[in-house]
């Protein structure tokens, strides 16, 4: 059975979104899915399901609604997407936590560089549905406004690595 893992969009970030990681992993098993499991409270979850990635999305986005009473956006990947995503890394030398993927659910805008506004230091470079941004001073201190990250998610590469070893683990 195929290995999924959801990331879910402004889940427990900046007290909005609230949903513990046990109520979604209860979320998971009452849609169906095999094996549910979550790391850490920002709304990652890797399950097993017969499901098609689209259609996990659907069912995942209809119980989000549900309880959330409002739309939670979900990003999909598989396991091998991910571990791509990991491998085109291109800061390979930046720490993990200063480095954020962007998932998106198409390839980012041709024009991405000239759409960024209050930029300073941060690196950025497109994907192929992903934006990944170095801020080599932490994220705390940038202005960094990138319009194309606004309908989908973000995780450190640190949160990548971890939910590819989650999804090695069945």
């Known amino acids: 059975m ?23 992993r209860a979320m998971a098993g009452q849609i169906g899915f095999d094996n549910p499991r979550t790391y850490i409270a920002s709304g990652n979850l890797v399950f097993e399901s017969a499901m098609t990635a689209d259609e996990a999305r659907a069912a995942l986005e209809a119980a989000l609604e549900a309880y959330a009473g409002k739309p939670v956006g979900v990003v999909m990947r598989s396991p091998d997407a991910m571990q791509a995503v990991l491998d085109a890394n291109p800061f390979p030398e930046a720490a993990g936590n200063r480095c954020i993927v962007h998932f998106l659910d198409a390839a980012p805008p041709a024009d991405l560089e000239a759409t960024l506004r209050h930029r300073a230091d941060e690196q950025i470079a497109a994907g192929e549905r992903e ?23 973000g995780r450190n590469l640190n949160t990548v690595a971890k939910l590819i070893a989650l999804a090695a683990r069945t």
Request: charged content about 15%; proline content about 7%.
């Open 131 to 153: 934006i990944y941004i170095h801020y080599g001073d932490g994220m705390a201190q940038s202005k960094l406004v990138v319009p194309a990250t606004k309908t989908g998610t």
């Open 2 to 24: 195929p290995t999924h893992i959801a990331l879910l969009r402004a889940v427990n970030v900046g007290g909005t979104g609230k949903l513990p990681m046990a109520e979604l």
